[in-house]
């Protein structure tokens, strides 16, 4: 398959996503944490359950998973590969 229904393309939309919207959604989570937690103890929000803030990786992350990732499969393709012959 080729074009955007390519295994490829559909990975590095994941990795975007995880690394990129994700990482900036929970950057603002954590502002807006910080800003509720400024208000007095009578304002309505005061009492609203916190947002979660841990919800993307750095792009650094992104990247050591995909090369575990690899390695561990190349291994697994190797020893099946090995095994069958």
């Known amino acids: 398959m080729c074009?955007?229904?390519?295994?490829?393309?559909q990975s590095m939309q994941v990795m975007y996503d995880a690394?990129?919207?994700?990482l900036?959604?929970?950057r603002q989570a954590e502002l807006l944490n910080q800003i509720v937690c400024e208000f007095p103890p009578e304002h309505p929000l005061s009492s609203v359950r916190p947002l979660?803030?841990?919800?993307?990786?750095?792009?650094?992350?992104?990247c050591y998973y995909l090369y575990?990732?690899?390695?561990?499969?190349?291994?697994?393709?190797a020893f099946?590969?090995?095994n069958s012959g």
């Open 80 to 82: 099946l590969m090995r």
């Open 52 to 62: 979660r803030e841990l919800l993307g990786h750095t792009p650094l992350q992104v």
């Open 24 to 26: 900036h959604a929970g």
């Open 19 to 22: 690394s990129g919207v994700r």
């Open 3 to 9: 074009g955007v229904w390519s295994t490829s393309f």
């Open 68 to 77: 575990c990732t690899s390695a561990l499969l190349g291994f697994i393709v």
